[in-house]
């Protein structure tokens, strides 16, 4: 259950009842038996807490360090509505990449994303960056944007500190959410990851977790 409605977005809108405290020994626990090497976390929104979530965030990525002190840890966080203490709460326990994504180019904010600004998510990359994080993003196409505004994203996640990007074709999760405008050519994609290359979004020094850039099935995970 989530706070927010984003558009291309299974997950159900809502206030949530719970706050599961117990959740972030769970997941480390679950980390450590499965031996994972590389773990992907990720939440909802959580508007209704006024630490947006924060801590239990940071209790969740202790926990796994401390019972998978060799484990990688990417998080991938929501917005946090310009609350830059809670920010530094959720990136601060020690993970080795934070995400967050943008999702999609600035027109379509509304239409897509309607409860985030484009400019904070930006900024949000920026500060953790300046915490001293490697920073991941994500965009989806065929949602309607144009190429140019494709590309003025990456200018603009790149001049705010963006080390990681993926670009991913949208596909939509049942009738009810946003239609897909166009299913992008791999040719496009191709163009994407020259262009997103030319930016500092690097290839080569993606095994070594530093920029890099991932373009639809070329995803480097
Ligand atoms: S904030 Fe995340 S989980 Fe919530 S609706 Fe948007 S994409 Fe889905």
Redesign the pocket.
Known sequence: M?T???SF?A?K?GKPTEYDEDEPARVAEAIFLMKVKHAVITS??RDELKDKGAEIWHQTVKKIKELSPDTTIETLI?DVKANWEALEKMISAGQEVVSHNMETVESLYRKVRPQAKYDRSLEQIRRTKDFGKRTKSGIMVGLGETKDEVLKTMDDLAKHGCDVLTIGQYLQPTKMHIEVAEYVHPDTFAMYKAEGMQRGFDLERAVHWSKFLSCGKDTVN
């Open positions: 989530c927010r409605s984003c977005c997950v809108t909802v929104n929501p």
